[in-house]
């Protein structure tokens, strides 16, 4: 298949052609002319749309979908067409499984699953046997099979000394150690952020020093340990400062923020809509400008859609009772995009995140791999039910004003266009 697309502008701070308008053409799945223009022939396939933009592939850090065990919430072959429809080419996927992937053979199956689709899957391996804590998994085992990270996804690791083995074991081949950010004994049964939001009304408040006593206890480890520690979602101004801090001191330390943690305050529960339940909760504005403040100081290393399908009977209870999390691959360009710049967003979903996790980013030069995400960055939509691609319907961006459209992607040869 021979591509041709037309009047696309290059965003990519790595390429000779980053903010030019330029037609690319597109020959066995590689970049092999940009140009200000080429000539159509019968036999390309020719992809013109309006103010049409281009950058290298999307990767989101934190997906996840349900199969194997949860596959009414989402399966992978769906996921990843929803990922490719909504702008990634890559996604790295969490172990919140049953069975949860903590195994070799566990990494193996979520590879072959994913195989020929246009957007690749990076299992991220359960820190953990079950990610109950107790013991660690094969981690070595996994990493040879795949597994380019290692973390129990929205569960902390308890046990301080099980984190300092984790951390000083991957070492031994270069691992990279996830850690979620909350203190269970502090958090309790806590539902919301704790401040007026949750005492008007009546909810148990998380507070936000369970997050901080988490993360100063890792960073403190770290310090001891060595070695490369990755914090997930981070929801607050204080979290940001840690973190801030502990890079100036030469720790290895990266973060991620999700996209709705840039975006919605605790505002948002007067409804007592459960799509609005995550895990961090939704925190206060000023957290919220702290948070863009940290993307654009790089103090935050990367964005996430932190993409969490939830079947209707865990989503459709009390707000008590329902589970956390939200869908977020639809809307994550819309939402960070109506807040941020452009750049800023490409730069923490594409040359960031790749870097961290150890993926290979293709820039936009001639002779390279076309690994390419397609949008427009400035038209103004209203995103309805209509646009929710995913299996379950969880999302608290429903009706809300979002900036930018998807057009699709081409990687691993393939065109997937909305």
């Known amino acids: 298949m021979i591509t041709l697309i037309k009047n696309a502008t290059i965003i990519d701070a790595n390429s000779p052609y980053h903010n030019q308008k330029k037609d690319i053409l597109i020959s066995e ?30 990767f989101d850090t934190s997906v996840s979908f349900g199969e194997p065990g949860f596959e009414e919430r989402e399966t992978i072959k769906n996921g990843l067409q929803v990922a490719a429809k909504s702008g990634f080419t890559s996604i790295a996927l969490n172990a919140n499984t049953n069975p949860v992937i903590d195994s070799k053979s566990d990494v193996e199956y979520l590879i072959h699953k994913a195989f020929n689709t246009a957007t690749n899957l990076y299992p991220i391996g359960a820190l953990t046997k079950e990610s109950k804590g107790i013991e660690i998994a094969e981690l070595y085992d996994m990493q040879q099979s795949g597994a380019i990270a290692f973390g129990d ?24 150690v996830l850690s979620f950010p909350k203190n269970n004994a502090i958090a309790g049964d806590g539902i919301a952020n704790e401040g007026i939001n949750s005492t008007k009304l009546g909810l148990k408040g998380i507070p936000a020093l369970a997050e901080h006593l988490q993360i100063a206890r890792d960073l403190f480890l770290l310090e001891y340990t060595g070695g490369k520690l990755h914090i997930p979602t981070i929801s607050t101004a204080k979290s940001v400062a840690l973190i801030k801090k502990a890079k100036k001191e030469g720790l290895q ?20 809509d459960s799509n609005f339940k995550t895990n961090p909760p939704l925190r206060t504005k000023e957290d919220i400008k702290s ?6 100081s790089g103090d935050i ?3 996430t859609s932190d993409h969490n399908p939830i079947d209707i009977e865990h989503k459709k209870v009390e707000f008590s009772e329902a589970k ?39 820039s936009i030069q001639e002779g390279n791999i076309a690994d390419i995400s397609i949008f427009n960055p ?21 009706n809300k004003k979002l900036k930018g459209k998807v057009y699709g992607i081409f990687s691993n040869n393939q065109l997937i266009i909305n």
């Open 29 to 58: 799945g590689k970049l092999e002319k940009i140009a200000d223009s080429i000539p159509k022939k019968d036999h390309y396939k020719v992809l013109a749309l309006e103010n049409l933009h281009i950058s290298c592939g999307w």
């Open 378 to 398: 400035e038209v103004e939509t209203i995103f309805t039910k209509a646009d929710i691609l995913s299996n379950s319907k969880n999302s608290a961006f429903i």
């Open 301 to 303: 290393d990367i964005i």
């Open 153 to 176: 996804y929205n569960k902390p690791i308890e046990n301080d000394n099980l984190m300092k083995i984790a951390l000083l074991y991957v070492q031994n081949f270069d691992g990279l």
């Open 253 to 272: 330390v990266t973060c991620s923020v999700a996209a709705h943690h840039l975006v919605l305050t605790d505002n948002e529960l007067h409804g007592f």
């Open 324 to 362: 956390d999390g939200l869908i977020g691959l639809e809307s994550a360009f819309g939402a960070v995009n109506s807040v941020l710049e452009l750049e800023d967003f490409i730069s923490c979903f594409t040359t960031k995140p790749k870097k961290i996790f150890g993926i290979r980013n293709h």
């Open 291 to 296: 948070l863009q403040k940290g993307i654009k």
